[in-house]
């Protein structure tokens, strides 16, 4: 029993541990000075997903990576790249997971096609099941 109180502590312990001393990137939380360019930063945040909580937004996210991002997203529109150039060049670097809109592509049709199959499944399954109760 007492291995077992043990071992959980040091597994529990492990995550506390493993977060980054680091400092936040430079740009991570620093608006821009324009307010148009960092409206379209934001905007832009918003739609990119953070590659360690996966569940969040760059915008949301406290992870290390999300500020690295932020700071990349504000920099570049700094130096006069659109949200939507900045946006291509996240995807080239980090592939279509990064954005919550991946565009349809081979490898994403599933993602996007998938939805309507099992709807016309269940379509074809509800006519039926109602077909044979009138009977």
Known sequence: ??????????????????E?????AADADRQLADPKQE???????ETLRCLVCQGQSIADSDAEMAGDMRALVRQRIA????PAQVRQWLIERYGA???YDPPMTSS????WL???????IGGLVAARSFKRRRR
Not at 1 to 18: D, E, Y
Not at 108 to 111: E, G, N, V
């Open 20 to 24: 980054s001393q680091l400092p936040p």
């Open 108 to 111: 994403t049709a599933p993602l």
């Open 97 to 99: 997971y990064v954005t």
């Open 114 to 120: 998938a939805p309507l199959v099992l709807l016309a």
């Open 79 to 82: 130096a006069g790249e659109s």
């Open 39 to 45: 409206a379209d930063a934001k905007r832009l945040m």
């Open 1 to 18: 029993m007492r291995a077992l109180i043990i071992a959980l502590t040091i597994f529990g312990a492990v995550p506390a541990g493993a």
